[in-house]
Every structure is written in C-alpha cells, then in structure tokens.
C-alpha cells in the first residue's frame, strides 16, 4: 500500500514501525473472510482491510481520530487477520500504535467505563473487595460491568513449593480472583512431576488491559514493574509459566515493548523469552499426565490469544488427547468469543452475539465439558451456558 505519512511522524519508532507495516499490506482483503466483526456488520470498515486504511488516514492527517475511533474500538484485536494475511500484515501492533496515538480517552459514558475498567480490573485487590462486596450491589451496576463482578472468590497460590526443578508461574489479576483455582491444579500436578512452583510477590498486571485501551504511560509502568518482579527469579527457574493465555501473548512481548528504553530493554527481552504458555511447558513431559474426567467429550475453545497470538494451534488438543480425551468438532474454531479483554463490557451488543455463535458452535455435538485457556473467555463463556466451562489444566488430576 502506498503511504504519505509526515516526515515528523515517520522520524520517530513508533511512525517508522506503522509506515513499514502499513507498506506491508497489499490491500487484498483475503482477511476480511474470518473477521468476526466484518462478519457481524458487513461494513469494510469493521473488517482489517477497511480499519488499515482508516488508520493510514488517520496519520496522514486526512481522517478525524472520531470516525477511526468508532471502527478501532470495535475491533477485538483478536488478531485472526494476521493468521489469514498471506503477506505477513502485524495488524495487531499496529492497531497498538493507532490506539497511542488516539490516545486512551473517550467522552461520555464510554470514557467513564473505561477508566473504571482501568482502575479496577488490574488490580487483584481492589477486584477482590469489589467481589466481596459487589455483590450485594450488582443491581446498581450497568449490566455488563455487573457481569464482570466475580462469583466467587479464589486466593492467590498461598506458599511456593519445592521440587527438582521450578516453574515461575505467573498468577495473574483476574485469573487469581475469579479462576484461582486453575493454578491450585497446575501446582498439584506439577508437584506430582516434582516440580515446584515458585510466584513473584510483586507481580502485577501483565499491562494488556492498558495496552489494548491504548494507554502507553499505563501500559509501559505495569510493564517495567513485572521486569522488576521476574527477573530476579530467573535463574532460579526453568520457566516463566502462565495458565491464562491473554497474558501470556502480552508478556512474551515484553521485549518489544520496551526495546527503547535502555535500562530495562535486556532484562525485558531475557523475561520474555523464558516466558511460555502452560501447554508449551506441559508438551515435555506429557506423558506422564493423567485425565481427572475420563470418557469426558470435550468441545475446545482455543482462546484468540494462543492460536492467533501465541500461534499455539494443536498444542493443548494434542496433550488432551494424549491422555485421552474425545475432542468434538467445533466450526468455526478460528473466531473469537466475544470476551476480548474488555471488549465485554465496552462493546456488550457485539460481545453478546458472538458468545451466542461461539456457544452454538461449541455445543453442536452435546458435549459434557467445555474447555478453554484464558480466564476472560472462560468467566464470559461460562456466563452465557448450563453446560460446565473449566480451563484445560482442571481437565489433568
Ligand atoms: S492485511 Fe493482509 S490479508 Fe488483509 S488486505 Fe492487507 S495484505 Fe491482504
Ligand atoms: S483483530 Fe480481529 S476484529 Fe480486529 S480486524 Fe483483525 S480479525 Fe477483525
């Protein structure tokens, strides 16, 4: 694609970096065919080709940061695009740079939300409270910030354990207040394997939230305070191991995110690349894993952020057929559910239609347990169906 971008903005990383990938694109809208928005909508600019040119606009200075607003927040940047762009387009860094460069801010109610969802959701104590005493006061919440308030609540891993060899497991914000037990279960069946789980204490945010809500400062702060946490612990471990696969796809980036900054890009780029998915980390020793629901029919949800950003597509299927699961087959697998971070809540029409297409999809065959990989997709699944939605690992015993 041909660009005009100014000088000024082509002068610094972040409009060099948007230039190249820009230039990438050849326009020939192969990506629109599994875009769940442009599904939704039909609208070319809900789909990547339309939202590419937008942004190209934008930077040029030709179109209005509103009207590339309106289509860039209702993309879930799923990031199903880049696994069908035959020319390699990193769509999902450079909706990143646009969101920067747009800034985090919206009027009205939208802005209002999405500082809450600031405040609150990176945050494991605050969600804690909020779960303690939301409850009682979901009523007086808009519907789909009251779908956010956890259930129940689950505590953080409470004391590290011993083994051969150590994991670092990343705990998580969300993940520790409404889905802790998933880490409870990867710690036992670690420890059967005698290794042991250590945990950071001053983990915090991985920084997605912010990433994806287009606050660099917020972002780049989370980001430096989880290098400061986990690199200490680095060579004590043989892994740093995450169980929610949303954060996972952020902290394997960690280098890229803080190439530009000299004190931290190294220690940065070292965390990220001990970094792996659950499943990677399982894949070495998936042999000796036992099923916790034998003769169990299983419908898999792999959530956007493995299969299209970590690009770990047949990793989880295989070990759970490895220990003999049935897997179901499940149409249109490729598309995103509807949870997408916060897109839950700040885009809760759209969310809901494809939790319902994604939940029909699942539950052709009647299956006995839905299982996924990221906390977000399994609270906003679980939300919308009878049938039980559990994270892969509580699958293993
Ligand atoms: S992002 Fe890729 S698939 Fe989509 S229009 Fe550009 S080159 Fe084609
Ligand atoms: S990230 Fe997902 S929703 Fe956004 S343009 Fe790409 S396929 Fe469409």
Known sequence: MQTNLPESFIATDRGRRANEILRSCVHCGFCNAT???????????DGPRGRIYLIKELFEGVQTPERVTQHLDRCLTCRACETTCPSGVAYGELADIARVHIGPHRAGMAGIMRRLLQWLVPNASRLRLLARIGRYFTFLLPKPLAAQVPKSITRGLRKNTSGTKQVLLLQGCAQQVTTGGVNEVLQRVLGQLEIGVVTAPNEGCCGSLDLHLGDEAKTLKAVRNNVDALFPLLDRVDAIVSTASGCGVTVKDYGRLLADDSNYADRAAQVAAATVDVGEYLAGVSSALQPRFPGKRIAWHPPCSLQHGQKLEGVVESLLTGVGYELLPVTDAHLCCGSAGTYSVLQPQWSTQLRSN????????QPDLIATANVGCQVHLADGTDTPVLHWIELLT
Do not use: F, M, V
Not at 359 to 365: E, G
């Open 35 to 45: 875009c769940p928005t442009y599904q939704l909508s039909g609208d070319e600019l």
């Open 358 to 365: 994604k939940l029909q999809a699942l539950q052709q065959h």
